[in-house]
């Protein structure tokens, strides 16, 4: 026994153990995680990964926390507003006569806030979550180069992704999370990255594949900054995306989008109409919305998504509870931790999709993203403050 360690201060095993344990695969969460890309298996109305998360949740009520954690002040604030928001939201929206199933709404955002809490007390086994991830999104990637599943896209990936666009926002932010928290050899990490990529190349994804190039711009430079610089370099990268010529969007396999584009413009121009008389809690969950000489279209924009279902609040409530998950990997990135960076760069894939994506800020691959960040912190000092 060592001159610090008396019988009144031994260090902590159970920590140790624990850690130890989550090098293990734990069944329930890689079997759970393995059904989150499959968005167009229904049971009963409802997807088949939305129980899947439901029921991960549920589970990590009987889990201990690891080492006592408890979730950060913040984020418990930040999460509580947004659900409060929204439940304000649906109820003023409703009394006007909305008849949108909101509460289902809230239930879906509130399941994301139970695997924030998961993940970011130490219930979820992070390794078990990446090899769930890489294992699900693999399978798919082959059913839908094989034309399993559906196939409303002809030339683009979709099988059981649904959407080309929506899988590509899977591939790229799942998927990096996968690559890297999936294990910590450099030959399993490849054999996960060549599938992700190559699926992320059949979705023609013009976005996909811009975020996929700011991941690996993030890993390859980004990480090495920082908080100021590299979170500045974060928002360009992100700004970038909103401005880029439209001549450069439609060039060579994607000289076909013209049409497409136009369409886009269109419904973001009525997105705006729509925010134009939103009152400060915004249409209400689920009014992400518009419709076109009577078609019903999604918002092709998560920020104005956001905005629509719970006023410029909500999606600032968002926005900083990404930023909260991205800045405290900061140092462990700066110090050589890929894991801590790749977190961040599936952060910034969240911020790249929602440019031309509606549901983006309120979609699992954001909650997951921000739970592996957390938890991530976490075990890198498992004696720290359990609130730290």
Known sequence: MSRTDTPWNLPDRTIARALEADREIRMTDFALMALLPLRSVEVAGYPINEFAMAALVGLCLFRPALGGARLPSVVVLLLGALLALLLYSGIANESIGDDVDWERRVGHVGILAGLIWAGGTGRLSLRSVGTGLATGLIAVIALGAAQVGSSAYAGRLTGFLADPNAGAYFIAVLGTLAIFYCDDRTKVRLAVAVPMVVGLALTYSRTGLLAAAFVVAWLLVGRRLGPVT?????????????????????????SDRSGSDNLRERIIAQERLELAGAPWYGNGPGEATVRIRDLEFFFHNSYLATRQEGGWLALLLVLALMAFAFLRLTTLARQGDLVAASAQAALIGVAVMAITLGEVFLDTPMAVAVALALGHRLRAEPDGPPDA
Do not use: D, K
């Open 230 to 254: 590299g979170a500045a370099l974060a928002a360009l990268l992100v700004w970038l995306v909103n401005n880029i010529p439209q001549s450069l969007t439609t060039f060579g396999p994607f």
